[in-house]
Each structure stands twice: as structure tokens, then as C-alpha cells.
T-cell receptor, first 113, second 110 residues
């Protein structure tokens, strides 16, 4: 099925560990996004890539890095995980200004202990 | 600072009733206003959207009402069903970024 695929679905990390969240889309969208979702906070943009080869900070970029590996893939890296990064992470892709909507992945539930 | 303010945080409606969720914004640069529906364990999915040059958009039981002068927009779910129980997010687009509301948890009681 066409869409956005995120891996892993669940992850538990110890404080200070690093990990990379993977995201791939097969809709040939130019734009890709990483959001975090926390109770009472809604969805907050971490980083986005408007097109292959470009990345920009969103609302809450501290503690994260991203790589737009190619048009399909956009990864999010936590270099030194902190308990404050416990959250559900969603990747999304879009052809903004063309179809205007996001397609979200099913999320990664990350717990940092 | 929350760019898009959403209320209520939670809502309980009887089956067959009308569910109403409201959002407000200040940034007049926003030019597209979607609503997303999210079921537990899933990512949000686009439900319905409106542009600011239209005051109302209806798709089946879902209607967006948009008041440009008041900078408010709302989602109305007519004849609410238990299957509509989910979290709903409003959003607003400017440039390349969407800004999301904090979400409304809707429960429809049979």
C-alpha cells in the first residue's frame, strides 16, 4: 500500500543513548516532516525538508538532527536521548501547494528512561 | 505560544448528536485550514479542509465553518456515530509549515 512507513514502531532507550528513526514514502512527494506528539501539546514540528537536499528547523529542533537521504527517505536522529524526548514521533510527507494535505506514518513510540 | 488554539480538550456526545470543535488563530498569513482525525495507535489522517475565501465546506456528515473576520473555524460532525470516536486536530498552513491545535478527544456514546 502506498504511504509513509516508519520504523521502529516502539523503542525504549536509556538516557544518553542514540538512535535513528527511519521514514520512507513512496508517493513521490517532495516535502517530508518530523513531528512529535505529546499529551495536551498537539503536534509540534521538529524538522522538515521542503525538497531533496534541503532541511529546516521547525518549532522544537533542539536535541535532534535530520538527514534527507534521498527523495524517499528522511531520518531523525537523537544523539543523546533525554527523558524529555519521550514522545510519539510522526513522519509525514506532502506535495504542499499541490495537494495540500499531509500523509502521516503510523508513528514511533519512544520512551527514554 | 500556540499559533492555533483548539477547544474543547474533550467532548462527549450521544449517538445521533452534533459534535462541534472550535479553533482560533491570529496569524493572517494562514491560507489553508485542514482538520485531521486520529484513531489510537494511528497517525492523523486528513478529514476535510477549507481555504479562507470560502465560509463553509461540507463533506458527508462533516462540515467546516470558517469566519475570516473572527479568525475562527470549526468542525461540525452531524449525526455523530460511535465510529467517530477519535482525536481531532485542526491545523493552519503558512508557507511550508502547518501549525496544529492541541487536539480534541471525541467520545460518541451509543
Amino acid at each position: 500500500n502506498a504511504g509513509v512507513t516508519q520504523t521502529p514502531k516502539f523503542q525504549v532507550l536509556k538516557t544518553g543513548q542514540s538512535m535513528t528513526l527511519q521514514c520512507a514514502q513512496d508517493m513521490n512527494h517532495n516535502s517530508m516532516y518530523w513531528y512529535r506528539q505529546d499529551p495536551g501539546m498537539g503536534l509540534r514540528l521538529i524538522y522538515y525538508s521542503a525538497s531533496e537536499g534541503t532541511t529546516d528547523k521547525g518549532e522544537v529542533p533542539n536535541g535532534y538532527n535530520v538527514s534527507r537521504l534521498n527523495k524517499r527517505e528522511f531520518s531523525l536522529r537523537l544523539e543523546s536521548a533525554a527523558p524529555s524526548q519521550t514522545s510519539v514521533y510522526f513522519c509525514a510527507s506532502s506535495e504542499l501547494r499541490v495537494n495540500y494535505g499531509y500523509t502521516f506514518g503510523s508513528g514511533t513510540r519512544l520512551t527514554v528512561v | 505560544q500556540q499559533q492555533v488554539k483548539q477547544s474543547p480538550q474533550s467532548l462527549i456526545v450521544q449517538k445521533g448528536g452534533i459534535s462541534i470543535i472550535n479553533c482560533a488563530y491570529e496569524n493572517t498569513a494562514f491560507d489553508y485550514f485542514p482538520w485531521y482525525q486520529q484513531f489510537p495507535g494511528k497517525g492523523p489522517a486528513l478529514l476535510i479542509a477549507i481555504r479562507p475565501d470560502v465560509s463553509e465546506k461540507k463533506e458527508g456528515r462533516f462540515t467546516i465553518s470558517f469566519n475570516k473576520s473572527a479568525k475562527q473555524f470549526s468542525l461540525h460532525i452531524m449525526d455523530s456515530q460511535p465510529g467517530d470516536s477519535a482525536t481531532y486536530f485542526c491545523a493552519a498552513l503558512t508557507g511550508n509549515q502547518f501549525y496544529f491545535g492541541t487536539g480534541t478527544s471525541l467520545t460518541v456514546i451509543p
